[in-house]
């Protein structure tokens, strides 16, 4: 009878599992969210997209820590080891917050450095962006495998950017798929503020006028509401919440950058086979708006890496 | 005793009734659409999620001036090929694969940056029944190095 009992307990665990199991696996995975949850829409563009149909899935997406990198690196500006995260730092990081943060900011770091060509950097970094994924329990996004073929590339910028592509997409896919949205989210935020850091310290406060830099970093006023969004998503978990509040900050001072863009117009270029969208933009920033938006990102990136 | 049986049963059913569909996902997102980025390097970002005949999901991203862009959008066959038009902040159209033979790779570039929104949709195959296919779709974005 004992016995008996005992199974049943392991009867309505296993049960309970299952139940649990089923609704986890609706769900969706990714930056996805269903639109009965919510109907916002990033919020310089509320208004434009209004009464649309409603969508099934929903995806908010930032530049990737390689698309920062590579945007800072056509924008012309140069390399500056000093502003990356020290990989040393890597060990002070324990909490899955800490982890995903970092993990996003180590793989900016590493992106910069590969476009770069900062060979001994790469190894480096890549081992840091390892630690922060296996930390996260994320398995076999960068392997061994990996880090020998990137020494085998060292020398070559496009395999090794492949290499971190790849490693990057496992980290988030996995995190997607696992139902941690949230940490996928940060991930992403780190490296977001990682490129928005970089940048900001790159550029000469005497020379504003005319920096194509400075261009990359008004563009990402672009963004800002995409990763509000993106966080909202996961409203409610702590550490999502203290982000949201740290984003909100940025979002205030680009809001203080006028930005008026003249309608988009498609032309197709035949002999190059690409379609280019035409339009011009004009922003109006001022030096002590920078300036502020400088020292906002930096503090917030301090807190990120300390 | 017959509880004993049910014991493994359940076991069973639990491993079975737990669609690894992600997995699947992202199998499939690497295995056919990273490929068609060729040239262009891979963002490393993942979009996937399973759709049903006739539903529609839609992203939101900015675009950079001066890079260069491919997206592509693929599809497991199990559902009819996926529409997707690209609108600017204004719902302006800007593109659509309708009007070039539902090719599912883009190639474009942007003069100033721009927040787009590209719409899927899942056409139907007009296959009759209770449950609708559904299959994997990926958006998967890629750009050109500049050294």
Not at chain 1, 2 to 15: G, T
Not at chain 1, 244 to 253: A, F, L, S, V, Y
Request: hydrophobic share 40%; charged share 25%; with cysteine.
């Amino acid at each position: 009878m004992n016995r008996l009992l005992k199974i049943s307990k392991y009867l309505v665990v296993l049960l309970v599992l299952f139940a649990f199991v089923m609704t986890g696996c609706r769900s969706g995975g990714g930056k996805v969210q269903k639109v009965a949850d919510t109907t916002s829409v990033p919020q310089g563009n509320a208004a434009a997209y209004e009464n649309l149909k409603q969508a099934e899935k929903i995806f908010y997406t930032l530049p990737s820590p390689l698309e920062s990198a590579m945007l800072i690196k056509s924008a012309g500006a140069i390399f500056d080891s000093k502003l990356l995260n020290p990989v040393d730092n890597a060990k002070n990081y324990s909490t899955n917050r800490s982890m995903a943060v970092n993990l996003g900011i180590y793989t900016c770091d590493l992106s910069f450095a590969s476009l770069y060509d900062q060979t001994q950097l790469i190894i480096d970094y890549m081992n840091a962006a390892k630690k922060m994924a296996d930390g996260l329990g994320i398995l076999d996004a960068i392997q061994k495998e990996d880090i020998d073929k990137l020494e085998e590339n060292i020398h070559n910028t496009e395999a090794i950017m492949e290499i971190v592509s790849q490693t990057y997409l496992n980290s988030n896919s996995y995190l997607e798929d696992n139902g941690q949205q949230a940490i996928a989210s940060i991930v992403l935020a780190g490296g977001w503020i990682e490129g928005l850091y970089i940048s900001t310290q790159l550029v000469d406060m005497k020379k504003l006028g005319g920096n194509k830099l400075v261009g990359r970093i008004i563009d990402q006023k672009l963004s800002v509401d995409i990763l509000l969004n993106l966080l909202e998503n996961s409203k409610g978990n702590p550490a999502i919440d203290d982000l949201i509040t740290q984003i909100k900050k940025i979002r205030t001072i680009f809001d203080k950058i006028p930005l008026e863009t003249s309608p988009v117009r498609p032309e197709y270029d035949k002999e190059n086979d690409i379609t280019v969208l035409k339009s011009e933009v004009h922003a109006d920033l001022k030096p002590e708006v920078f300036a502020e938006l400088s020292s906002a990102v930096a503090e917030i990136r301090a807190s990120f890496i300390k | 005793m017959r509880i004993l049986k049910i014991f493994p049963v359940l076991i069973i059913c639990l491993l079975a009734f737990n669609p690894d569909s992600n997995a699947q996902c992202k199998a499939f997102a690497k295995s056919k659409c990273l490929p068609e980025l060729g040239e262009y390097t891979h963002d490393g970002n993942y979009h996937a999620t399973v759709l049903l005949e006739g539903e529609e999901a839609e992203l939101y991203k900015t675009f950079y001036s001066d890079m260069d862009y491919r997206m592509v959008v693929c599809n497991e066959e199990t559902i009819g090929k996926v529409e997707f038009s690209v609108l600017d902040a204004n719902r302006n159209l800007l593109y659509s694969n309708k009007d070039a033979n539902n090719s599912q790779v883009w190639d474009f570039k942007l003069q100033s940056s721009q927040q787009l929104k590209i719409v899927l949709k899942v056409k139907s195959t007009g296959q009759q029944g209770m449950n609708p296919p559904s299959g994997c779709v990926a958006i998967m974005f890629g750009f050109k190095i500049k050294k």
